[in-house]
């Protein structure tokens, strides 16, 4: 900026301008028209008393056509900004949990960007930019989330994995139950072809044997099935199966009670 006389006018809209005052040509100093940005790192307190650090970039710039008031008005441009930064801040974030004052950086960012820019146009600037590039919490209280955090997480898994299991022991338990039904099935139709094959037996005895009961012809049948199981048990060296009184004696009790748990 040049002065003439007792004013103060633009010399070139380029990078920096001089300033000078009185009538002659005497240069008062320089102010860049570059954007620059300032940094500022706010301590504050959430609802929820939690101490955390906000950390906002502004992008600011003097304006050419109020370079006077840029120059002379204002005497350390900085540390303005900070101050209204910080009070912005601390009446905002306190209003709001810590959770919330994540998700409400935007918020935060315009609250401080509209009070800059009124209270720092008189002064001949103009504020691009704000921005909140971080929230640190106290390192005690980003330790604890990451836990609760952690075990949130573990949690669902838990919950995941016992669902997991549940529709196992369900596919389980159906398995076992059609296999159970299939057994079933399979011993009723063996026990009915057994059943078949002694009546077909006590029919085809009592017309070739004359005078036979289908009694004899019954406990017949079951004597000799039962050594039939006999020799099976006697053949197999890794038979599991509970002997049952076996002795002549014990013959005719057997079919006796075999008879009897038919009946």
């Known amino acids: 900026m040049r002065g003439r006389g007792n004013r103060a006018a633009a010399a070139d809209p380029g990078d920096s301008g001089e300033v000078s005052h009185g009538s002659g040509k005497q240069i008062a100093g320089y102010l860049s028209l570059r954007v620059r940005q300032l940094d500022v790192r706010c301590e504050t307190k959430t609802k929820d008393n939690v101490f955390v ?3 906002a970039s502004v992008q600011y710039r003097a304006l050419s056509e109020k370079a006077s008031d840029a120059f002379y008005r204002l005497t350390n441009t900085r540390e303005q900004i900070q101050s209204y930064v910080f009070d912005v801040i601390r009446a905002s974030v306190p209003k709001m ?4 004052a994540f998700e409400q950086k935007n918020e935060i960012a315009k609250a401080v960007e509209e009070e800059l820019e009124k ?5 001949g600037y103009e504020i691009v930019q704000t921005l909140i590039v971080d929230i640190e919490p106290d390192v005690h209280v980003k330790r604890a989330m990451n836990e609760i955090n952690a075990a949130s997480r573990m949690r669902v ?3 995941e994995k016992a669902e997991a299991e ?10 076992d139950a059609e296999s159970k039904y299939l057994a079933g099935l399979g011993i009723a139709r063996q026990r009915q072809a057994i059943v078949d094959g002694l009546r077909d037996s ?3 005895f009592s017309e070739n044997v004359p005078g036979t009961s289908a009694k004899d012809i019954m406990d017949m049948v079951l004597v ?5 199981t006999m020799k099976e048990i006697g053949a197999s060296s890794k038979s599991s199966s509970v002997f049952i009184p076996h002795g002549p004696g014990a013959v005719k009790d057997i079919a006796a009670q075999i008879r009897d748990g038919q009946l």
């Open 53 to 55: 650090n906000v950390v």
């Open 97 to 100: 949990i810590l959770d919330d």
């Open 119 to 123: 209270a720092m146009s008189m002064y």
């Open 157 to 159: 898994a838990a919950n």
């Open 166 to 175: 549940k529709i196992l022991q369900i596919k389980r338990a159906e398995g």
């Open 202 to 204: 006590v029919l085809a």
């Open 224 to 228: 000799t099935q039962y050594f039939d």
